[in-house]
């Protein structure tokens, strides 16, 4: 167990669902992330969220929708996305901007 | 050109083999330097932090940082099947953001 889980581990979903990603980090980090994994392809930072604030959004379509309620919790709202959203999303969290992350094992998403 | 360049590899060693992985960068303002080991289906782990110039050594793996070359490298030495990962290298301009660049990753074989 890394300290960031992540649910659920496998999604599909159509163009015009809306689910949501969750994760959850018991490490006491006061910073929390999501990055878009695709294949062959470096990481992609999506939003940053420091002290449950948003301090990052890096021109990520409004289709994806970040929601921090506390600093252990972190919610990636979906609607109508594209088949090229399909990737790995992964949490991450870090004791403020160290850069020294811990990630979850990633939520792998599919749209058909 | 993209910030930091990794082969992608697949790199294929035999076990007990010194294994070296490399990344280029073309930003000089990069002070910090990291790499993370990414299993199958997991999310990807810190492995190495470095700050600036010289090596890290830990254990069987050795960080090297040349910024005069803009060049890291991770060696393994007497690498194991259980080394048989995807290494990113990542690095930061300094701890005051949230921004940290990831390689593409490099995909390592240790053949038993």
């Known amino acids: 167990e890394t300290g960031v889980t992540q649910t659920p581990r496998h999604l599909v979903m159509g163009m015009t669902n809306k689910k949501s990603l969750k994760c959850e980090q018991h490490l006491g980090h006061n910073a929390m992330y999501w990055y878009k994994q695709s294949a062959k392809k470096p990481l992609e930072l999506m939003f940053v969220?420091?002290?449950?604030?948003?301090?990052e959004n890096n021109s990520v379509p409004s289709r994806f929708s970040p929601e921090c309620p506390n600093s252990s919790h972190l919610f990636l709202h979906l609607h109508t996305l594209q088949p090229e959203d399909s990737a790995l999303y992964l949490c991450?969290?870090?004791?403020?901007?160290?850069?020294?992350?811990?990630f979850g094992s990633g939520t792998r998403l599919t749209v058909v | 050109q993209k910030e930091v360049e990794q082969d992608p590899g697949p790199l294929s060693v035999p076990e007990g083999a010194i294994v070296s992985l490399n990344c280029t960068y073309s930003n000089s303002a990069f002070q910090y330097f990291m790499w993370y080991r990414q299993y199958s289906r997991k999310g990807p782990e810190l492995l190495m932090y470095t700050y600036s110039s010289g090596n890290k050594e830990d254990g069987r793996f050795t960080a090297q940082v040349d910024k005069s070359s803009k060049y890291i490298s991770l060696f393994i030495r007497d690498s194991q099947p259980s080394d048989s990962a995807t290494y990113l290298c990542?690095?930061?301009?300094?701890?005051?953001?949230?921004?940290?660049?990831f390689g593409a990753g490099t995909r390592l074989f240790v053949k038993a």
């Open positions: 991450a969290s870090s004791q403020e901007s160290s850069g020294r992350y811990t």
């Open positions: 990542a690095m930061s301009v300094d701890t005051g953001g949230f921004k940290t660049i």
């Open positions: 969220y420091s002290l449950e604030e948003r301090v």
